[in-house]
């Protein structure tokens, strides 16, 4: 038995579809790359799903061709690397309906309750993908990668201006002391 690339005490499980190495269970990410129709009756449709498996190098790669790198951020108005188009599809058609029927009828709420079902959907699936990229990323470079946040800006202090008359605090850009009126010299 072949031992995963990564881990070099645990046997391998799968081979990277990609590259061919062989990867473990804790390694193996598992996509779905294609799907087809194989049957329909009396309504049923079953469908046949093709997977591959990728080591997390190769799953880098292809998770960046299909924009799960990007979190959730923005997942609203994405198209192209949408976790689910038919969710983005079923988002706007249902909002901008919901407009539309709320002009000549005041129901129109109701097809923003749909709205509101697309997208926590899009929200879940994009979340999935980003700890699937996060988890990649991890077993790549063995460092943790902290999640997607906004920049905080860092307050710098500001240095204190003191009178050299009386002492007391002046305002940044004063051209008078507030206390006893001196002229304060640059």
């Not at 093709?50 to 997942?75: I, M, Q, T, W």
Request: charged residues 20%; positive net charge; glycine residues 8%.
């Amino acid at each position: 038995m072949a031992k995963c690339y990564i881990h070099s005490k645990k046997g391998g499980t799968h081979n990277c579809s990609t590259c061919s190495k062989s990867i473990c269970r804790e390694c193996t990410f598992q996509e779905v790359v294609s799907s087809r129709l194989i049957r329909t009756y009396r309504g049923r449709t079953d469908y046949e799903y093709d997977y591959e498996f990728f080591c997390p190098n190769c799953f880098l790669d292809y998770a960046k061709d299909k924009g799960y790198h990007k979190s959730s951020r923005g997942v609203l108005l994405r198209w192209n690397q949408s976790p689910g188009k038919w969710a983005v599809i079923v988002l706007w058609t249902t909002f901008i309906g919901g407009l539309v029927v709320n002009i000549f009828f005041p129901i129109g709420y109701v097809l923003w309750a749909m709205t509101g079902f697309a997208l926590i959907w899009l929200k879940i699936i994009s979340s999935k993908n980003y700890e699937k990229y996060l988890t990649a990323h991890e077993l790549t470079n063995g460092v943790k990668v902290k999640k997607a946040t906004i920049p905080v800006e860092v307050k710098k202090k500001k240095k204190k201006v003191f009178c050299p008359n009386c002492g007391a605090t002046i305002i940044e850009g004063s051209d008078f002391c507030n206390k006893c009126g001196s002229i304060l010299t640059t």
